[in-house]
């Protein structure tokens, strides 16, 4: 209860200002297309510098929080994801905006999202040494398979046929790999000069979901779209907590998921969202709704996503490992002003330390209370005409696309990727698994290669990869995610979730 | 028509796969081609049993491409195409978006195309836009696109 | 006559030019510049490059902001072909340079760049690699390391970021220095990712940055055994030198941290840059910064840092030439 005594240093008006300021700041950069909460983060790096330690951290802690958050809002409205932990967002949140509930997406996706957000961070202030020793018996092997995993998850619950999902992974994985190889430094698949720096994540994130929308808009022809222009239902506040406590189910699954795996580093804040999506349609009772505006799909990732932000912290604050690229640049934040996090980082800089986990805390509630102000007016966004949203859609997709590194290649990288995906996802092909192959293919090469050089230095190939409970529990669950939905694809005859992101 | 259509995307794939199987197993250094090994294996396998599904017709059926959204889709996608691949750099970014803009809006609205009113509207909206963007990424974020507004 | 004409056309059009030159590098810089870092954000090379170009923006330094680009991928390559290759020579485009990396990646080929790619502009940071492993290893110093090394060939596993980079130099250079052979493990994702490697017990050792372990041993995850430098550490008194524990192993694998610009840049505008930024990095603020963060400094102006940059290509050309 230690942190408690520390409340009031966050109450102070500048720190109070800051965190209001994150918070929004957070929101709007969550919100661009481009921006993944690591460059939102690194953006106000600098802003830190001229304050207290203290304050700093309250301004990159509340910005942290309110990214992930913040992410869901395109990813709801636009369906592009703001950031790869937003992709499970997009699958439902997207129908039930086009469905004229988009006001009720948003406010339920932040209300799952501070929910979440509170659990995770109070498991962070509990748990954090317990944590951190769990998060490092994750070795090589186990990354491995729970990269593979990711990649599987999602390509037999992304789309309609269960080949297609995996084939469309293998494809991510295919596209992970143009460019230098990581170690060796050797060049592979580069067939045009504009892919030899390899495919970026964030402007493939953004071509794969954004354009075939765009195309979509534009297949349908002039007039008449009128018609199709979903009507916003304005959604009282009060009526969607009502909602949220009917549906405990997936808030639980989500927060719990997206807690564990936050843990694990590199791989967890990836897919938390996903695999609370897949988990909750596979405990729901009416699965077949999911991918046709569910709200569960909504709070289940949403819950995982903002669930994930404490725990994975813990490695960084008590080990000193940052386990996420945003925990690194947040291990900036602490530098520059001499703390270095540690085993006794809460005995030597007690107020820096809880001032900064408090922000978070505080953070999560000025986020809901921002987000469901946005939520109302951005709902609108959606009410927007047709040709109004491709134009600006396309536009959001050109400039989040340069933006990330200021480079026109990624630009042509995202157009050629969104136009080949329009064409794929007529033919029953779908996103979701080649960014996630995409995503996590550097995750698996990396520590198949590691795992493999140490292996034949010590126990064999077979020996390490296969062996072990962690190892083989892993393996059974990637096994498990492939047959299950495949028998059940073979006894109904291909009817299966026809979920199509 | 419709067997055809769905043949040639699982070909275009089978074929990508084949390739990468082929390079990841001829060339040197093998180390650095170990994943990509792994992978084209999946790949390679995948992509048959799909193409067989197809020629089977055993696969999940998929809405496909027809005439009419071909033709629709036709004018945006060349704006799509130029904007992207000649405009965002020739012109700048900020002049190709205003334009762009302004064309799918007149290419896909309904409102007639002669209408005072509706002009007036798109225009205001491609101003609207064009502004928030260049103050969030050009003056917020600083991000220098290859040519600014003006020159 | 025409002739004449022509020839007065082309002297004054050529006047005209150089003096538009000459008055535009007196008015450098006019708009931000940008630095490109080929490293992920929250990197040690991205984090420092945000510090040293804090003062930037001050009137008596360039006037005008100085922007951070990250180019990441394949330990720097992705961002160094692209400034090679692509980048505009005019002076608004920088890039922070990672000595040995860049060069021993040059050496080993495959890339469009070498040393003769770039104009070295001033150097602001040096840190040196050091020997880890974690802290209930058997090993305590250098000597238990290869005793064990000898006794096991090919089976002592230790981590490093990268190929060709300075802890791979490092690990080189020990195990030609103690004759054996050991097991190097380069991972992705920088000297954390390696760290993490040791911390977890993945691997029995590591070579990492001086000021990444000397946090994990703050943090008490780590003991340090050796340093890969010519003398001790400011940051680490008590971690005695390679040398000191009988292996020749000189600075080589120091990981020096600056900015170069692209060849071709004007000369003027890389004199304004060669005078200025070494006063950058010597702004109090920085100092106080980059102190704070465990970022050991080590300000070269430009004439320094050629000198540098000829003796790595030399060691590191004969270091690599049997790989």
């Known amino acids: 209860m230690e942190f408690l005594y520390y409340f009031d240093e966050v109450f102070e008006p500048i720190a109070l200002m800051l965190l209001i300021g994150g918070t929004i700041g957070g929101l709007i950069l969550g919100a661009t297309p481009g921006l993944s909460p690591t460059m939102a983060v690194a953006l106000l790096i600098p802003f830190t510098f001229h304050l207290e330690p203290a304050q700093g951290l309250i301004l990159l802690g509340a910005a942290y929080t309110s990214t992930v958050a913040g992410g869901a809002v395109s990813a709801i409205l636009l369906r592009i994801p703001g950031a790869p932990a937003n992709i499970a967002t997009a699958i439902d949140g997207y129908e039930m905006a086009r469905r004229g509930r988009g006001a009720l997406a948003l406010q339920l996706s932040f209300l799952s999202s501070a929910v979440g957000g509170v659990i995770g961070v109070l498991l962070l202030i509990f748990l954090t040494p317990v944590l951190a020793r769990w998060a490092l018996a994750f070795g090589p092997s186990h990354l491995f398979w729970l990269a593979i995993l990711g990649v599987t998850i999602i390509g037999t619950l992304g789309s309609g046929s269960i080949v297609k999902g995996l084939l469309s992974g293998c494809i991510g994985f295919w596209l992970s790999t143009i460019g230098f190889d990581d170690i060796l430094g050797v060049q592979r698949f ?131 490992i940052p386990g996420s690229p945003t925990a690194a640049v947040l291990l900036g934040g602490l530098l520059i002003h001499g703390i270095f996090p540690g085993s006794d980082l809460f005995e030597r800089h007690p107020e820096v330390a809880w001032t900064f986990i408090n922000s978070m805390l505080l953070g999560q509630i000025l986020m809901l209370v921002f987000g469901l102000y946005i939520a109302g007016a951005a709902a609108r966004v959606a009410q927007a005409p047709q040709q109004v949203m491709a134009a600006i859609v396309l536009a959001l997709a050109v400039f989040g696309a340069y933006s990330v590194q200021h480079s026109m290649g990624d630009v042509y990288v995202m157009a050629f990727l969104g136009v080949a995906m329009y064409f794929l996802e007529r033919f029953g092909y779908s996103a979701a698994p080649i960014v996630l192959g995409l995503i996590l293919g550097p995750i698996a090469e990396a520590n198949f290669v590691q795992g493999a050089m140490i292996a034949n230095a010590s126990v064999g190939l077979a020996n390490y990869f296969f062996s072990g409970w962690l190892n083989l529990t892993l393996i059974a669950i990637v096994l498990l995610s492939i047959m299950f939905p495949l028998v059940r694809q073979l006894r109904f005859g291909g009817t299966v979730g026809a979920a199509k992101i | 028509m419709t067997c055809i259509q769905r043949l040639l995307p699982s070909a275009i794939i089978a074929a990508v796969g084949v390739w990468v199987a082929y390079i990841s197993y001829t060339q040197e250094p093998a180390d650095a081609f170990l994943f990509p090994r792994l992978i084209a294996a999946g790949f390679v396998m995948l992509a048959v049993w799909d193409l067989a599904c197809n020629l089977l017709g055993a696969s999940v059926p998929a809405p496909g491409m027809d005439a009419t959204a071909a033709l629709n889709l036709a004018p945006g996608m060349l704006v799509l195409l130029i904007y992207i691949f000649w405009g965002a750099k020739a012109l700048g970014f900020y002049t190709a978006t205003t334009i762009a803009v302004l064309t799918i809006q007149l290419l896909y609205d309904p409102a007639p195309r002669h209408l005072f009113r509706a002009w007036g509207r798109r225009c205001l909206i491609t101003a609207t836009f064009v502004a928030v963007m260049y103050g969030l990424f050009a003056k917020l974020l600083g991000v220098y696109t290859p040519k600014e507004f003006f020159h | 006559m025409m002739r004449w004409i022509f020839g007065i056309m082309l002297a004054v059009t050529g006047m005209l030019s150089l003096v538009a030159a000459a008055m535009a590098d007196d008015a450098y810089p006019e708009r931000p510049v940008l630095l490109m870092v080929s490293y992920g954000a929250g990197g040690a090379t991205d984090f420092q490059a945000r510090i040293v170009t804090l003062a930037a923006g001050e009137e008596d330094m360039l006037a005008q902001p100085i922007a951070i680009v990250n180019k990441p991928g394949a330990g720097g390559r992705v961002g160094w072909n692209w400034f090679a290759t692509e980048a505009e020579a005019d002076g608004y485009t920088l890039a922070a340079y990672n000595i040995p990396h860049f060069v021993a990646q040059s050496i080993k080929g495959g890339v469009q760049y070498s040393a003769d790619s770039f104009e070295p502009i001033a150097n602001w940071g040096a840190d040196p690699a050091v020997f880890v492993v974690g802290k209930d290893s058997a090993f305590n110093s250098m000597s238990d390391v290869i005793t064990f090394a000898k006794e096991n060939p090919g089976k002592l596993t230790f981590s490093g970021a990268g190929l060709f980079v300075g802890h791979h130099i490092a690990a080189l250079q020990i195990e030609k220095a103690a004759g054996v052979k050991m097991a190097y493990i380069p991972t992705k994702g920088g000297g954390a990712a390696a760290m993490k490697a040791v911390i977890a017990g993945d691997v029995l050792a590591g070579v990492n940055n001086l000021s990444d372990a000397f946090r994990a041993r703050e943090a008490g995850d780590v003991k340090i055994l050796g340093v890969a430098d010519l003398e001790r550490n400011d940051f680490l008194p008590d971690v005695p030198t390679m040398m000191e524990q009988g292996l020749d192993v000189d600075n080589a694998s120091v990981n020096f941290r600056g900015v170069m610009a692209p060849k071709g840049t004007p000369q003027a505008i890389i004199d304004k840059l060669a005078a200025t930024l070494p006063k950058m990095f010597e702004h109090k603020n920085v100092v106080k910064r980059m102190k704070a963060g465990g970022s050991p400094m080590h300000i070269m102006t430009r004439e320094e840092v050629q000198a540098m940059w000829a003796k790595r290509q030399e060691t590191l050309s004969e270091l690599l030439k049997g790989l």
């Not at chain 1, 009507?231 to 909602?243: D, F, N, T």
């Not at chain 1, 077949?288 to 709070?299: A, L």
């Open chain 1, 190 to 320: 580069v067939f045009h000069p504009v892919v030899s720096g390899g495919v970026n994540i964030i402007p493939a994130l953004i071509g794969l979901f954004a354009i075939p929308q765009v195309i979509t808009i534009f297949a349908k022809g002039r007039g008449r779209t009128d018609l199709e222009v979903a009507r916003v239902a304005s959604h009282p506040i009060g009526a969607a907590i009502g909602e949220l406590s009917q549906r405990p189910r997936a808030l639980a699954i989500g927060t719990v998921t997206g807690a564990i795996i936050g843990l694990i580093p590199g791989v967890g804040g990836q897919i938390a969202g996903l695999v609370a999506y897949d988990q909750t349609k596979k405990f729901s009772r009416n699965p077949e709704s999911f991918g046709k505006g569910e709200p569960d799909g909504v709070i289940a990732a949403e819950a995982a996503n903002n669930a994930m932000v404490g725990p994975s912290l813990a490695p960084l604050l008590t080990l000193s």
